[in-house]
DNA sequence: TACAATATTAACGAATTATGTACAAGTTTT
DNA sequence: AAAACTTGTACATAATTCGTTAATATTGTA
């Protein structure tokens, strides 16, 4: 398999061999799948490297399928669909896909975005195993779990995607409205005073534990994630 | 101004003021051009962090703007323009843009597209660290940090952004209205006193710790950041 | 030198921003 | 259905920044 797996989900028949066609001509590998629930079993079974998606589709819709991939993946997804609202091409990009593509589409111009998508993809860094470790913090999110000093800690979903967020970039700074954005998601429309106590909460859980690394408030700004790498390798 | 320059190159100046309106109120600075030398010119002195880019416009054409951008830089680069043959998307997409919308645009789906591409972006290894090093100076802006002989130096984030842009061009001076207009943003109006105490505040953490740069009053014009590179690599 | 224009500095208070506590609404667990 | 927990908001308090003012110093020029 040279260019890798793609996952096509969509009902419609034809759409689905003009796709496939073209794709395996392309020298990828297809996977159809014709409803939400089977999509859902051939994505985890088979790990597909692209998602081509039609949000209307049967039981599972397309925006379910969506937030499950991304809850899991940051692999390449782009909705093919006929709903032509801005209402639905904003959520579906909001949401995590990559591009929005309207049918009756153009074949030449769907495997342009294709490529657009993976050229961008590829220089990225992806972090699949959802796990950070500084020092002796480590912050799992496929177990959903806080070890501190090899301790487990418990803490809820959100102050756990929380800190996540802050430390797969560290040392950056985001703005709260960043940090709602990113963590809490678009739909959430809210005060950004959430942010603070949330860190608030973080901070009593993490205090005095290490040296290396901390919570930081950047005034006017923000917060980050702050971590020295004192000490050369010796 | 934690968000970022986009750099909008279009001749309609509808288009440029609904998407520089909407990006400004995301928190965005926006900057427009007309032509596509004027283009050039201030993508290689600015130094954008996003492009918006309307491959219909005068003088040097939007598709080799494209191809220069590319050569030099991976920023996310997204066409919008009224040109709608498939053959032209294609190229677009070919040519190194990560997205292309068409004219008339909903300034809705725009603005969830290229929050899209950032998304993909900041993945990326290639995010773009906006920093500036003057021997044992460095101002890093997506850390808010400023660091003196390797010792963080605290500093407010005005001050930052001060000598953030003293800094990115060296030599060149600023008015204090210059200064006020691109730092603390056009819709401030105050005093242009303001600008000396931050000067002053900026001196006094950085007083004495080099000879090769200093921040220098220019009598009856203003102030820059000077920098001599004296001694060659020894 | 003297004078006017411009720049530096210190100090103060208003405004902005952050933190901590408490509570209520919503969830999940028991 | 009650209990425990999570989550978001409100508000009081604390901390810091920022802009102004005004007094002092410096520079340029007649």
Redesign the pocket.
Known sequence: MPLGKVLIIDEDKNSCNTLKNALEKDGYSVILSHDGDEALIKFNALKPDIILLDVVIPKTDGWQICREVRKKSNIPLIIITSKSETFDKVLGLELGADDYILKPFDIKEVMARIKAVNRRVNQSNIIETREVTYDNLVVNMSRYELRVSGKIK??????LELLFYLASNPNRVYTRDQLLDEV?GFE?Y??S??V??????L?EKLDGVSEQWSIK??????YKFEFNEKFGDT
């Open positions: 418990d803490a809820p979903p959100k102050e809490w959430y809210g005060d005073r959430t603070d106590v949330h860190i608030k909460r901070r408030t950047v005034w006017g700004v923000g």
